[in-house]
């Protein structure tokens, strides 16, 4: 297919293609002329997988070609996840660290926060690289709660953490069942990016849920925005960005 | 406390403290004399909770700005939450919606995706409020798996549901002891914005552990970066950005 063709079957301008392309997200297309190229299903799919990883993952243009090239390698599954994790670097940019750092109010608390963490994986019983994202993460999780005053440490994380095993466990059963290769690491790194925002939203919605349930007389009313909204399609973006808001 | 002291002490720079008083993130100080105000405990903790809730929550000022009002206003615990997740809005920003829409593959795939939420949301039996961010939050999630030919479907969903629910019943539980009404609100927000990165981070250690135990023999060497990082606390950073990368 022309680009034309790839840009109204993935919904992606024509523009944003032939950026992916100079920024080599997307490989070129098979040359049918001079100034002609020619797409293929391989593309779109690719297209696609792109344009996920960055609006919807929120990873950037570089995050997302360090992870496109990190899976095209050959790996097993293993080490697939583990160049997976590497390349997409900490579920949130940690610039809370620099912070909890100029904070003299809690001298030697990153080495804490850090000794918390590495608890946490021997209380497991985790096989976790000693360079694996997820510590230094995890730490800087640790941080950021108590600089705020949550005094989270490893006690408080094992409940979670015996829930994060679980849910792994259900993540891996789905990727047991895929032959090919490039199909594994490609759902993999599906399942990492984009299913992060859906078990998030899950949570807060079963939160929703089980408060209701704990407190039932005081929750006649199901809780309401506390502004009139524009519309349920706009609300969430509105709160983001401020637009479409009658404040 | 001084301008000064409250900088020192919270490790946040002066011209961010005055932009923050300018956008109604942090109350006024108390007028001591012409040009000085005096700041107390409550600054400085407020002034800790929104940089925890930008820097390292990801949360822009606006949704800051909202979520900090909405907490303030005198509602019971169910209702505190409600608020909290209206005012955060979606997860992650929806922006993968109008891709999605604008991909002529797979028309009424929209509809289809907020009745797969809805189907969920009703075998769970959860009470979710029908203006629920939650709910268009789950259906732009099952959208962008879509589009990348991940077909989750209430089935897939399911059992990352009945997780969801249990770690919302441990959520719940850490707030039960709180007697402050201003403290439950201020921990709720902490807990929804600052324990999902750290979810997130658990759910991908765990998943390295899951792979190296079903996949031992092709896991003697823990998966490696594959490039030279300049340092750990530098990498993730470095991921993101691409600063600090040997590449």
């Not at 990016?193 to 949570?203: D, G, Q």
Request: hydrophobic content about 40%.
């Amino acid at each position: 297919m022309k680009m034309s063709e790839l840009s109204r079957r993935s919904g992606v301008a024509i523009p944003t293609i032939k950026y992916y392309l100079r920024e080599g997200l997307l490989p070129a297309g098979h040359a049918t002329a001079s100034n002609q190229a020619d797409y293929d299903a391989d593309h779109l799919r690719r297209l696609r997988l792109v344009r996920a990883l960055i609006s919807f993952g929120g990873l950037s243009v570089t995050a997302s070609r360090e992870v496109l090239r990190a899976i095209s390698e050959p790996l097993d599954l293993y080490h697939t996840l583990g160049v997976t994790h590497y390349a997409l670097g900490a579920p949130v940019a940690d610039t809370g660290a620099s912070a909890g750092t100029g904070n003299p109010d809690a001298p030697g608390e990153d080495d804490d926060c850090a000794a918390e963490a590495a608890a946490l994986v021997d209380r497991m019983g985790w096989s976790v690289g000693e360079e694996s994202p997820g510590r230094a993460a995890l730490a800087a999780g640790l941080r950021a709660l108590r600089g705020v005053g949550a005094d989270v440490g490893t006690d408080e994380l094992l409940p979670y953490a015996e829930l994060a095993a679980a849910t792994a466990r259900v993540d891996l059963d789905h990727l047991a069942g895929i032959e090919d290769r490039i199909d594994v690491a490609e759902r993999a790194l599906v399942m990492t990016v984009l299913l992060e925002p859906v078990l998030a939203t899950l949570r807060r919605m079963a939160q929703e849920h089980e408060a209701a349930l704990r407190y039932p007389s005081e929750s006649k009313q199901p809780p309401r925005s506390p502004a009139p909204r524009a519309g349920t399609d706009t609300a969430d973006r509105g709160a983001r960005t401020g637009s479409h808001r009658a404040t």
